[in-house]
């Protein structure tokens, strides 16, 4: 079974939401990853610099609680969210990856 963590009010500025994430709501995602098989963390969308973050959170948490699944989805549209959570449940390989859901997340514009 797979749980569901959502996080709406994080800072807009990376380095505020990452670390406003791990006072908040990491302990709460390590509970709620007692008690499933794997744990989507819903994160909202947030421009490019914050994926470091993100990635290092959902590879991090998947590699400390393996064999349990561990993925972080971001994004605002709640459609492609819920494709995206029902992808997941139903791939038991994939797991410590951020996926990015909608056309919110911006690109780095040195690229």
Do not use: C
Not at 25 to 40: D, H, K, S, Y
Not at 74 to 88: H, M, P
Request: charged share 25%; no cysteine.
């Amino acid at each position: 079974m797979q749980g569901e963590l959502r996080v709406d009010d994080l800072p807009g500025e990376a380095l505020a939401a990452a670390r406003a994430f791990h006072a908040d709501w990491i302990e709460r995602a390590e509970a709620e990853l007692g008690q499933v098989e794997a744990l989507a963390i819903v994160l909202p969308a947030a421009s490019y610099d914050h994926r470091d973050w993100r990635r290092a959170l959902a590879r991090d948490m998947a590699r400390a609680h393996a064999p349990k699944r561990v993925n972080v989805v971001g994004g605002s549209d709640s459609a492609r969210v819920a494709a995206t959570l029902a992808y997941l449940a139903g791939a038991p390989g994939v797991t410590g990856q951020y996926l990015e859901t909608d056309g919110q997340e911006r690109s780095d514009p040195a690229e």
